[in-house]
């Protein structure tokens, strides 16, 4: 019974860490975009991911040209279109589906498409 309780005190504590969190953010060098647009893009995933991501929170967004060329190369016919690749790292929830509760889980991509002086996110997912 006193497991219980601490166990019962220590949720909503637990819920509560989880809530506030900073995204480690490392952006390399592009040959097509500048800082600040891929700083924008970063940020549109930042705001935007639970529409993506219902099972968990992205911990760190990268930005690295080689990853995001050769994923658009697979992912894309159309390569001339305005198209960034972020990589991320997630933490799950407790609650996470068919993935293991507050776990960490490696390459999962933000495929996002610049749309005038915009960002959308297209895809987020965990590609093969």
Do not use: H
């Amino acid at each position: 019974m006193n497991r219980a309780k601490w166990i019962l005190l220590l949720l909503p504590l637990l819920y509560l860490t989880s809530c506030f969190y900073s995204i480690d953010k490392n952006i390399g060098e592009s040959s097509e975009y500048s800082k600040e647009e891929i700083e924008d893009a970063v940020a549109v995933v930042e705001n935007n991911y639970k529409e993506f991501l219902t099972v968990g929170r992205p911990i760190t967004l990268i930005f690295d040209q080689e990853i995001s060329d050769r994923v658009l190369k697979d992912y894309s016919d159309d390569y001339k279109k305005e198209l960034i690749v972020l990589s991320s790292d997630i933490r799950t929830k407790l609650v996470s589906g068919a993935l293991s509760p507050l776990s960490i889980y490696k390459d999962y991509y933000w495929i996002l498409e610049k749309d005038k002086n915009s960002w959308r996110i297209i895809q987020g997912n965990f590609l093969n």
